[in-house]
């Protein structure tokens, strides 16, 4: 069988809910221009032409599935802001008067990518959306999230659709995505695995002994990588991935991708380059071959330089194909390497790896 690669997105993530605030305001980088850049790039290459990447349409929902994660009162106060068109949903959370409805497409957009993978429509999915979603808990908006994409989709697809158990989630977006772990911390089913840039400084979650509660113990795994993490280090997850994945079993992989590690993003301080993002994507496929019969959906989080996202997005999409990916010569960069950093990356990896023994058999063969 040919690759078969579905793309879910739509036009109204490339023109509305604009940040009302100039840039360089955080809430600012948050716009339509991130979907329209990777787009129009999309659109200028021959990606579509062979019949190897299919458009896919948006799943229609009622707030009966946005319910699944979230509160009523958390969703009523999302809609009740949009009709007044402006205001803060929580922290770092800006509303315009198409937030909810643009906030529901994203997820409407992120089961259509799960479930084309589930069902086999397509080998594997990328939903180009936005806002996007890690950050949203039940009752709050945060962090640019709305609702929380991949919570909602993949609770709708188990509990609703009954067309899946055991999913696997790996977050590379650069922050900790705590919605995500939250919501699913006692759950023995779902697995969880971040690796987020950790600014000591804000003291945020995401350390490596939040492990997961009561039945979930073992499944909400934190690999925190310093600030100026290059390729070669933020490679080093697939040490812990490849083996704890290969155990649990999962029949679905989710990768919420964010673009945030990029080293010319406006937001993080990792030096990654579109060279890390295609390392990630072969050796995820790879491990969703293995286990799952490729069964991988990518769903976008953050990102938020608009040279990084076309050029990272359309190089996930070809490794994807199992094509070559020539990479521009401004990707082609050695950036510098911070003497600390193999060792900070060392310690780290072992101390999860120690406290990881204590859930999972087969990390005591590392
Ligand atoms: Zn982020």
Same mark, same amino acid.
């Not at 605030?21 to 980088?29: A, K, L, M, T, V």
């Not at 939250?182 to 400084?201: A, G, Q, T, V």
């Not at 072969?282 to 938020?304: P, Q, T």
């Given at each position: 069988? $040919?690759?078969?690669?579905? !793309?879910?997105?739509? $036009?109204?993530?490339?023109?509305?809910?604009?940040?009302?605030?100039?840039?360089?305001?955080?809430?600012?980088?948050?716009?339509?221009?991130? %979907?329209?850049?990777?787009?129009?790039?999309?659109?200028?290459?021959?990606?579509?032409?062979?019949?190897?990447?299919?458009?896919?349409?948006?799943? +229609?929902?009622?707030?009966?599935?946005?319910?699944?994660?979230?509160?009523?009162?958390?969703?009523? &106060?999302?809609?009740?802001?949009? +009709?007044?068109?402006?205001?803060?949903?929580?922290?770092?959370?800006? %509303?315009?008067?198409?937030?909810? #409805?643009?906030?529901? @497409?994203?997820?409407? *957009?992120?089961?259509?990518?799960?479930?084309?993978?589930?069902?086999?429509?397509?080998?594997?999915?990328?939903?180009?959306?936005?806002?996007?979603?890690?950050?949203?808990?039940?009752?709050?908006?945060?962090?640019?999230?709305?609702? /929380? #994409?991949?919570?909602?989709?993949?609770?709708?697809?188990?509990?609703?659709? @009954?067309?899946? /158990? @055991?999913?696997?989630?790996? +977050?590379?977006? /650069?922050?900790?995505?705590?919605?995500?772990?939250?919501?699913?911390?006692?759950? =023995?089913?779902?697995?969880?695995? &971040?690796?987020?840039?950790?600014?000591?400084?804000?003291?945020?979650?995401?350390?490596?002994?939040?492990?997961?509660?009561?039945?979930?113990?073992?499944?909400?795994? /934190?690999?925190?990588?310093?600030?100026?993490?290059?390729?070669?280090?933020?490679?080093?997850?697939?040490? !812990?991935?490849?083996?704890?994945?290969?155990?649990?079993?999962?029949?679905?992989?989710?990768?919420?991708?964010?673009?945030?590690?990029?080293?010319?993003? =406006?937001?993080? #301080?990792?030096?990654?380059?579109? #060279?890390?993002?295609?390392?990630?994507?072969?050796?995820?496929?790879?491990?969703?071959?293995?286990?799952?019969?490729?069964?991988?959906?990518?769903?976008?989080?953050?990102?938020?330089?608009?040279?990084?996202?076309?050029?990272?997005?359309?190089?996930?999409?070809?490794?994807?194909?199992?094509?070559?990916?020539?990479?521009?010569?401004?990707?082609? !960069?050695?950036?510098?390497? +911070?003497?600390?950093?193999?060792?900070?990356?060392?310690?780290?990896? *072992?101390?999860?790896?120690? %406290?990881?023994?204590?859930?999972?058999?087969?990390?005591?063969?590392?």
């Amino acid at each position: 069988m $040919k690759e078969t690669v579905g !793309i879910i997105t739509d $036009k109204d993530f490339e023109v509305l809910n604009d940040p009302p605030y100039p840039r360089p305001y955080f809430e600012s980088f948050e716009s339509p221009l991130r %979907i329209k850049r990777i787009m129009d790039y999309f659109n200028k290459t021959d990606l579509f032409e062979d019949g190897r990447v299919k458009q896919l349409p948006l799943t +229609d929902i009622d707030d009966s599935v946005i319910e699944l994660v979230h509160s009523k009162y958390h969703i009523q &106060s999302i809609k009740y802001l949009s +009709d007044i068109g402006s205001g803060d949903a929580g922290e770092s959370v800006f %509303i315009t008067k198409d937030t909810y #409805n643009l906030a529901k @497409k994203a997820v409407g *957009a992120t089961i259509s990518a799960l479930s084309s993978v589930i069902n086999n429509d397509v080998n594997q999915s990328f939903a180009f959306i936005r806002p996007p979603g890690h950050h949203a808990l039940r009752d709050v908006a945060s962090g640019l999230c709305i609702f /929380n #994409n991949i919570a909602i989709a993949i609770q709708y697809l188990r509990k609703v659709k @009954k067309a899946i /158990n @055991k999913v696997a989630i790996v +977050d590379i977006d /650069n922050h900790y995505g705590d919605g995500i772990a939250k919501f699913f911390y006692e759950d =023995p089913d779902i697995l969880y695995f &971040s690796i987020h840039e950790y600014d000591f400084d804000q003291g945020e979650l995401g350390f490596i002994f939040e492990v997961g509660e009561g039945e979930g113990l073992g499944k909400n795994i /934190n690999f925190p990588i310093p600030p100026k993490t290059t390729d070669k280090y933020f490679m080093e997850l697939f040490d !812990i991935v490849d083996p704890i994945f290969s155990e649990f079993k999962p029949e679905l992989i989710v990768v919420a991708c964010g673009f945030d590690g990029h080293f010319t993003d =406006p937001i993080g #301080n990792c030096l990654l380059t579109a #060279n890390a993002y295609i390392q990630f994507t072969h050796n995820i496929l790879d491990l969703a071959k293995r286990l799952c019969n490729g069964k991988l959906s990518f769903v976008l989080e953050g990102g938020y330089s608009q040279s990084a996202l076309p050029i990272c997005s359309y190089s996930i999409i070809q490794t994807l194909l199992g094509d070559q990916v020539e990479l521009p010569f401004e990707e082609k !960069i050695s950036l510098p390497e +911070d003497p600390e950093l193999k060792n900070t990356i060392s310690r780290v990896k *072992a101390e999860l790896i120690n %406290i990881l023994k204590n859930f999972w058999p087969i990390v005591h063969k590392l």
